[in-house]
């Protein structure tokens, strides 16, 4: 006589957003469709911030199933991050003007220029001091703005612009990035291309020049 078998369960239950998930499998998402997903993920943090943000509603605009996003990404945190290092919210690429203050300058007019990512920034740190998880995949996504501050502070030392040993070195990218979020959270106005170059010349050139 057979005996039908039950397919095998799960202890796990559906996790919340950001909480556990069920055991990750090969995705079979195409790379177009990532982007799309990205870009809606994007749309909902400018819209709502990233605690209003949910799993469903990801879903739901990306006309997926949420199952489909856990076994790619795992859960809120690692979904936002990719989508973050997916968009890349400042762009390093091709920045070398040939002097420290000409790449500075540059870098302010593209962060200054790119309103969309600001808000993406000011929609993700509050989080990030309450969410480990979130706080440790955003990392990943900075570490490469930071990599690229570095090079470009190490190529003004080769060209003899800065000691190569200066302190303020390993700030630069507190300097950058604060002046960003406090320009909001102080004055309560956008990071504009002038007052970040403003700024630069004031506060970051004279830290990392001074002798």
């Given at each position: 006589?057979?005996?039908?078998?039950?397919?095998?369960?799960?202890?796990?239950?559906?996790?919340?957003?950001?909480?556990?998930?069920?055991?990750?499998?090969?995705?079979?998402?195409?790379?177009?469709?990532?982007?799309?997903?990205?870009?809606?993920?994007?749309?909902?943090?400018?819209?709502?911030?990233?605690?209003?943000?949910?799993?469903?509603?990801?879903?739901?605009?990306?006309?997926?199933?949420?199952?489909?996003?856990?076994?790619?990404?795992?859960?809120?945190?690692?979904?936002?991050?990719?989508?973050?290092?997916?968009?890349?919210?400042?762009?390093?690429?091709?920045?070398?003007?040939?002097?420290?203050?000409?790449?500075?300058?540059?870098?302010?007019?593209?962060?200054?220029?790119?309103?969309?990512?600001?808000?993406?920034?000011?929609?993700?740190?509050?989080?990030?001091?309450?969410?480990?998880?979130?706080?440790?995949?955003?990392?990943?996504?900075?570490?490469?703005?930071?990599?690229?501050?570095?090079?470009?502070?190490?190529?003004?030392?080769?060209?003899?612009?800065?000691?190569?040993?200066?302190?303020?070195?390993?700030?630069?990218?507190?300097?950058?990035?604060?002046?960003?979020v406090a320009r909001t959270l102080i004055d309560l106005k956008e990071p504009d291309?002038?007052?970040?170059?403003?700024?630069?010349?004031?506060?970051?050139?004279?830290?990392?020049?001074?002798?």
């Open positions: 006589m057979m005996v039908s078998q039950a397919s095998p369960r799960s202890d796990r239950t559906d996790p919340a957003d950001g909480g556990p998930c069920p055991p990750r499998r090969r995705s079979r998402i195409s790379a177009e469709r990532e982007s799309e997903i990205y870009e809606g993920v994007l749309s909902l943090l400018r819209e709502v911030g990233y605690e209003a943000l949910t799993m469903d509603a990801v879903a739901l605009g990306a006309r997926c199933s949420k199952a489909t996003l856990y076994r790619k990404w795992s859960g809120k945190p690692r979904l936002v991050a990719a989508a973050l290092r997916h968009s890349r919210p400042f762009d390093f690429e091709g920045l070398d003007t040939g002097s420290l203050a000409g790449d500075l300058h540059e870098l302010t007019v593209r962060i200054g220029e790119a309103k969309k990512d600001t808000d993406l920034l000011q929609a993700v740190v509050p989080a990030v001091t309450k969410d480990p998880e979130l706080a440790a995949a955003f990392g990943e996504v900075l570490r490469q703005d930071h990599d690229a501050l570095y090079s470009m502070f190490d190529r003004a030392a080769e060209r003899g612009e800065v000691a190569a040993d200066c302190p303020a070195r390993a700030y630069l990218p507190h300097l950058l990035l604060g002046a960003v291309p002038l007052y970040l170059q403003r700024y630069v010349d004031a506060v970051v050139l004279p830290a990392l020049t001074r002798r």
